[in-house]
């Protein structure tokens, strides 16, 4: 069985531009969280998907940070536009039971 | 005070010994608790999943939660040097389990 994916591994983009994050779940998960760790920080809560809905979205920063699941299989998270205090390390999680969440290797962003 | 307490190491020992991590914390409605494990550029993987109080034990990990202390520990007993990784502890709400709250987590090395 694949893992919770995530591309790209790694981006860089000049502050002002815009980044779009993929996560691909695990098959039949249909629960999906999005968290991030900026520099120096503990991992941090950003939304949670319960298929194409979103459950949770309290701990999205700003509207610059935009998270979608069409179909309810695999999501995105946009930031437009990106900001220096934008990078850190995005994680993209998903759980069939919303207990025991299974995570993505994460998408390094750095914003220059 | 942040919400949840988790001394960063870094932490040597030998290959063989008994590794005891810790974390506090101050919400006091923590139910869920979880012990993640993280290889460099890797995401974390979850290695121990634990309610309300009590130990668990799966193999070499045991989980310990205290929640009159509102402590929890993870102890690894004849530690290898795979074994050398990040430990982040999160714990989340009976309503919010989605939201989990990590930890800073704690930089682990087992030398040969």
């Known amino acids: 069985e694949a893992g919770v994916t995530q591309f790209p591994s790694h981006s860089v983009i000049e502050k002002g531009q815009t980044v779009t994050l993929r996560c691909d779940p695990i098959s039949g998960h249909d629960n999906l969280y999005w968290y991030r760790r900026v520099m120096g920080k503990e991992i941090k809560f950003l939304l949670h998907f319960v298929k194409e809905s979103k459950q949770d979205e309290s701990g999205m920063p700003n509207n610059r940070f935009l998270a979608e699941r069409t179909g309810g299989t695999y999501s995105t998270l946009k930031v437009q536009p990106a900001e220096l205090e934008d990078s850190g390390v995005y994680f993209c999680?998903?759980?069939?039971?919303?207990?025991?969440?299974?995570f993505g290797q994460g998408t390094r962003l750095t914003v220059v | 005070q942040k919400e949840v307490e988790q001394d960063p190491g870094p932490l040597s020992v030998p290959e063989g010994a008994i590794v005891s991590l810790n974390c506090t914390y101050s919400n006091s409605a923590f139910q869920y608790f979880m012990w993640y494990r993280q290889y460099s550029r890797k995401g974390p993987e979850l290695l121990m999943y634990?309610?309300?109080?009590g130990n668990k034990e799966d193999g070499r990990f045991t989980a310990q939660v205290d929640k009159s202390s509102k402590y929890i520990s993870l102890f690894i007993r004849d530690s290898q040097p795979s074994d050398s990784a990040t430990y982040l502890c999160a714990m989340s709400l009976p309503s919010r389990n989605n939201d989990m709250r990590f930890g800073a987590g704690t930089r682990l090395t087992v030398k040969p």
């Open positions: 634990t309610y309300s109080s």
């Open positions: 999680a998903s759980s069939r039971d919303q207990q025991r969440a299974f």
